[in-house]
């Protein structure tokens, strides 16, 4: 049986199609219909937040946050991400600067983000990445020296908390991911968290054209409104989140006790103060100490038809697009771990029994290194 590097959990079939009943009733399909707000008033709820408005996608999130900012000139960020997060400020105009990572958490090097400050820098887009947290206080306290924005891209962290704090209350504001792969989706969609509801009143006009009435346009805005059918698949999932984030524990607990402490393989770590969503499961393997590299894993996987991806690889330095523009030998570290590193299979309904299975196939390709 084919298994895949993810699979969307989805609610039983007569509960979404209870749910869009009414839809039929009031064909009120999209523009900030019943659903459309319920979900808001219950994500507040559920992610501790004060203040949530729902987007089309989380790129549109980061996209409108940037530019309800006004921000111009440089944006410091990581390039081990994926591609959204470096486009959304490259089509927001702005100059994307990039930040090497943590060799651990991959996070942001917070250590090495002031070198990169100069009088064009408006903002700092650090990336949750994996779930991982990024050092959150010592980001707010840079910020503040050198009056930045900071705008977190959470894409991976939806349910997380970090000091009992949901993860959406961090920075000036908080970007997700509601997209189908997600721990928590909506089909396809995304939110923006933020504590200035000056801020928050630009988003709901922008996301709709910049209509500020019937008459008054008052933003350069995009169509990015949450249509009532994806807000219903989010209000369905959100009964079940913590259920499916408890069966995404135990997987990956199978695979720290199969795969922990072997040597050649780097896990992520699991970080102090943090209460984890399960959202993925990266591993990094140095060829030298296992024997066999990222790709010679990969395609053994693959010839048992089991979905495992170099997630993030290449860079977003590295794209097509943006050829000869940066230098990745700037981030040296990004570099590394891109070349090494494959997210293994990992949602609700996988078994133990395949987790097994996996773990068993990477630990046939190691081999005995001579020292």
């Known amino acids: 049986m084919e298994i895949n590097v993810t699979k969307s959990s989805m609610p039983d079939f007569e509960e979404y199609c209870n749910e869009i009943r009414e839809l039929w009733e009031s064909h009120w399909l999209t523009n900030m219909g019943t659903k459309h707000k319920e979900l808001i008033e219950q994500l507040k709820s559920y992610m501790q937040v004060e203040g949530v408005d729902l987007v089309t996608n989380g790129h549109m999130a980061l996209e409108l946050s ?177 259920e499916e984030i408890a069966k995404r524990k135990k997987i990956t607990e199978r695979y720290r006790e199969r795969l922990e402490g072997v040597e050649g393989i780097q896990l992520s770590p699991v970080q102090p103060d943090v209460v984890s969503n399960y959202a993925y499961f990266p591993v990094v393997f140095d060829e030298k100490l296992f024997g066999a590299g990222r790709d010679e894993v990969k395609e053994r996987l693959a010839k048992e038809k089991i979905g495992a991806r170099k997630y993030f690889y290449p860079l977003t330095s590295q794209a097509i697009c943006y050829k000869d523009r940066y230098d990745v030998g700037k981030t040296p570290v990004a570099a590394r771990v891109s070349q090494r590193v494959l997210t293994l299979p990992l949602y609700a309904d996988l078994t133990l029994e395949e987790t097994d299975r996996i773990c068993d196939l990477i630990l046939q390709c190691r081999k005995v290194v001579v020292k």
């Open 66 to 242: 940037m530019q309800a900012m006004n921000l111009s000139g440089e944006v410091i960020t990581t390039p081990f991400t994926f591609i959204s997060t470096t486009h959304a400020i490259v089509r927001s105009g702005l100059t994307p600067v990039f930040c090497d990572i943590h060799p651990y958490d991959f996070t942001m090097d917070v250590s090495r983000i002031e070198e990169l400050i100069t009088d064009k820098t408006s903002a700092i887009l650090p990336v949750h990445v994996y779930g991982n947290v990024c050092d959150v206080e010592q980001i707010r306290k840079i910020a503040e020296k050198h009056g930045l924005k900071v705008i977190y891209d959470a894409a991976h962290t939806f349910g997380v908390k970090y000091k009992g704090q949901g993860i959406g209350n961090f920075g000036d504001v908080s970007c997700f991911s509601f997209h189908a792969t997600k721990v928590f989706h909506t089909i396809e969609g995304g939110a923006i968290c933020y504590k200035d509801q000056a801020f928050g009143e630009v988003i709901k006009v922008m996301k709709d054209f910049g209509i500020y009435d019937e008459e008054l346009v008052t933003e350069t805005g995009p169509n990015a409104k949450m249509n009532e059918f994806c807000a219903a698949m989010g209000l369905c999932n959100l009964r079940h989140i913590d």
